[in-house]
């Protein structure tokens, strides 16, 4: 095996604004695209077509990484923390 190495590009899609990263589903029936600084924080796109199946806001935070678990029954968003400029 190649060790999850991504290695020929199988698609390119539109995905939430300014994108941070992206995890797949250990089933390969989502792929979770994160972002930092604009909402959505999360976006949930089928990897086939590219379509948008869900979003999720993380309140002032956005996302820098999602991880599951080996089943993808559960997974863990570390959100990344923004201050206000004061302008």
Same mark, same amino acid.
């Given at each position: 095996g ?16 300014? @994108?941070?990263? *992206?995890?797949? #589903? ?13 909402? @959505? ?5 089928? @990897?086939t #077509?590219?379509?948008? *199946?869900d979003? #999720?806001? *993380? ?21 990344? *923390? #923004? ?5």
């Amino acid at each position: 095996g190649r060790g999850g190495q991504l290695v020929s590009k199988v698609g390119v899609y539109d995905s939430v604004p300014a @994108p941070k990263g *992206l995890a797949i #589903t250990p089933d390969n029936r989502e792929v979770w695209v994160t972002a930092l600084v604009s909402k @959505p924080s999360i976006g949930i796109f089928d @990897p086939t #077509t590219g379509k948008e *199946l869900d979003t #999720t806001k *993380l309140g002032k935070s956005g996302a820098v990484e999602v991880i599951f678990n080996r089943d993808g029954t559960y997974g863990s968003i570390d959100g990344g *923390l #923004t201050q206000d400029s004061g302008s």
